[in-house]
């Protein structure tokens, strides 16, 4: 499995982005698309995930009520949409792949990790 984050930049405090995440490879089974950050100097840290039915998602505090977590119909395509958007949301933020129908928030659960983007936020 191949994934591919894409949709990172530069924006002002208060824009918003649109992260995607593209899967491609023989996939011949149900799974769960996480993402993660990792700002300088800090651990990578879980920030959303989306279940393989799309019916259950998950958020970190820090990100609840600005991002949205989706994925697209043919389910190989999941977005991260970021809305107000502060300057601590600076990170590089990977999207990850977990087999299965559960929906983890520690990386370690993770099968699949893709090459990370990045997010800069300017004040």
């Known amino acids: 499995v191949q994934l591919q984050a894409s949709g990172g930049g530069l924006v002002q405090a208060g824009g918003s982005l649109r992260l995607s995440c593209a899967a491609s490879g023989r996939i011949t089974y149900p799974y769960a698309v996480g993402w993660f950050r990792q700002a300088p100097g800090k651990e990578r840290e879980f920030v959303a995930v989306?279940?393989?039915?799309?019916?259950?998602?998950y958020y970190a505090d820090s990100v609840k009520g600005r991002f949205t977590i989706s994925r697209g119909s043919a389910k190989n395509t999941a977005y991260l949409q970021m809305n107000s958007l502060k300057p601590e949301d600076t990170a590089v933020y990977y999207c990850a792949v977990d087999r299965g129908l559960a929906v983890p928030t520690t990386e370690n659960e993770y099968d699949y990790w893709g090459q990370g983007t990045q997010v800069t936020v300017s004040s």
């Open positions: 989306i279940s393989w039915s799309g019916r259950s998602t």
